[in-house]
């Protein structure tokens, strides 16, 4: 896979914001909605978006550019073995620190849990249930990520061959973009009729989120296709950028500041409105 060194502070800038929004919430430092910095703290998780987006450029791209030359896909052995190389080793000395504290502090932390709950974690499956471990809840997204990996091969090569004709291209990423917003509305719809149910799991999961992944396999379209099959606006957007960097990251920052606001919803983990909800997938995004 080629290495994109710029990647590497785009990562370093959303893990910094990951983590700033996890201290923010069990310090209760995020929990104000009156102070500037609790929105600003409580919505570095949109961090996660940025993680989620740069897997879909990085991953799709070389089965995109397959599908695109009706080439040969990437190895799959080897594609698996990347993936579990890169989360396998650091997510299980973490998960066994987790149990280990889990077991020296039953009372604190709920105790390890059940044999199903560690085989869950353990296969990247706690995504899907509502029980999770203490501290331990923001592997959510190892197991969205997880489940875009195991698609990749298949949506990476599809994608390739429709955006043989470049407007189709663009359209199915857009309507995979519009349906991961909708998902994400009617979630939060299912939860404010029903809290506790699964909605959550939904809204959290790889169809909650396609927006996000829609996002970067926008990017990985831009990087294969011919630029002279653009539509031309999207054509004239993309030499803006080129053009205006500096711009285009404060853009980044001034949607960032307006995902902060009342418009994306409380600081808290209160339930979001359906409004709420896909403004903030949509800036997220």
Avoid at 145 to 168: D, M, N, S, W
């Amino acid at each position: 896979m080629q290495r994109y060194r710029m990647l590497d502070l785009l990562r370093g800038l959303a893990a910094f914001m990951v983590v700033l929004t996890h201290v923010g919430f069990w310090t209760g430092a995020s929990g104000s909605n009156t102070a500037l910095s609790g929105p600003l703290l409580a919505h570095g998780d949109a961090g996660v978006a940025v993680f989620f987006a740069i897997s879909a450029f990085l991953l799709l791209r070389p089965f995109v550019r397959a599908g695109l030359d009706d080439a040969p896909s990437p190895h799959l052995r080897r594609y698996t073995i990347h993936r579990v190389a890169r989360i396998l080793p650091a997510y299980l000395v973490v998960f066994c620190a987790v149990l280990l504290v889990a077991s020296l502090a039953p009372q604190q932390t709920g105790g390890i849990g059940s044999v199903p709950d560690i085989v869950r974690h353990l296969l990247l499956l706690q995504g899907y249930s509502n029980d999770r471990y203490q501290s331990f809840s923001q592997a959510w997204s190892l197991s969205t990520e997880a489940t875009f990996y195991v698609l990749v091969p298949v949506l990476g090569t599809l994608l390739g061959r429709v955006a043989r004709k470049a407007r189709r291209g663009w359209l199915v990423v857009g309507v995979v973009f519009l349906a991961g917003v909708t998902v994400q509305g009617y979630a939060a719809a299912w939860i404010l009729d029903a809290p506790g149910s699964g909605a959550g799991i939904l809204g959290l999961s790889v169809l909650g989120h396609a927006s996000w992944f829609a996002v970067g396999a926008a990017v990985a379209l831009l990087a294969e296709i011919d630029t002279g099959q653009l539509p031309s606006r999207i054509e004239r957007w993309v030499l803006f950028g080129r053009l205006n960097p500096g711009v285009m990251a404060l853009s980044a920052a001034l949607l960032y500041l307006l995902a902060c606001t009342p418009l994306t919803g409380p600081s808290n983990l209160e339930s979001l409105t359906v409004g709420q909800a896909v403004a903030k997938e949509l800036l997220y995004a």
